[in-house]
């Protein structure tokens, strides 16, 4: 299956809190799992990534988090700014497939002052 | 230069007229890409030249043509839309698809906004 589930769909954060996107994929042959940020109007931005041999990757404000036995990872944003309002696709590629990658189906995240 | 330029950035076009999209980047990258967002969805791959040849059609309608003058072009001609294909278009390039070491970054540009009336 090529599906990457995300949630939650939209996510309200107070300012200094930790806000927290979930997803989940079913395909094995995954190995290289990359958010995007994207403005209103914008195109995605790379955000931040991860290979499935390391359980967490920081930087900065943001960490990834990745349970490769249940084909889980989840973004952490610490500190939480307006600044961060936008939404946020994960997103999974097969680095010996083609180049197609397979987004999550995206949140929007608000932080209120 | 590490940015992909698109134009226009916003198309009105009627159901019978033909338009063209644009993207543009000099990084060097021998991949690029047309992607297609509605709103408040992910954006949904429609096309991929890997060094200038058409690697990646997703079974999109002929009312879409892509082309690849060059390394750092790709255009988008469109004939007769319909009101169903006004979305954000947005281009992309990657540096080698023929890479495998390491994986490549998408570089998405601003977008196309497409109305189709």
């Known amino acids: 299956q090529q599906q990457v589930k995300q949630s939650p769909q939209s996510l309200i954060v107070q300012k200094g809190g930790i806000s927290i996107i979930n997803c989940a994929y079913e395909n094995t042959a995954f190995d290289y799992f990359p958010w995007y940020q994207q403005f209103p109007g914008k195109g995605p931005a790379l955000l931040i990534a991860i290979r499935p041999d390391v359980s967490e990757k920081k930087e900065g404000r943001f960490t990834i988090s990745f349970n490769k036995s249940a084909k889980q990872f989840s973004l952490h944003i610490m500190d939480s700014q307006p600044g961060d309002s936008a939404t946020y696709f994960c997103?999974?590629?097969?680095?010996?497939?083609?180049?197609?990658?397979?987004f999550g189906t995206g949140t929007r995240l608000t932080i209120i002052p | 230069d590490t940015e992909v330029t698109q134009t226009p950035k916003h198309l009105v076009m009627g159901m019978t007229n033909k338009k063209s999209l644009k993207c543009e980047q000099h990084m060097g990258h021998r991949a690029m890409y047309w992607y297609k967002q509605k709103a408040k969805k992910p954006p949904e791959l429609m096309f991929v030249y890997s060094y200038e040849k058409l690697s990646i059609n997703e079974s999109v309608p002929s009312r879409f043509s892509p082309e690849c003058p060059n390394s750092s072009l790709l255009n988008l001609h469109l004939h007769a839309l319909q009101p169903e294909d006004s979305a954000l278009y947005l281009c992309?390039?990657?540096?080698?698809?023929?890479?495998?070491?390491?994986?490549?970054?998408?570089?998405f540009g601003p977008g196309t906004r497409l109305t189709v009336l």
């Open positions: 997103a999974a590629i097969s680095n010996f497939g083609n180049e197609k990658l397979t």
């Open positions: 992309a390039s990657s540096q080698d698809p023929l890479q495998r070491a390491s994986y490549n970054e998408q570089f």
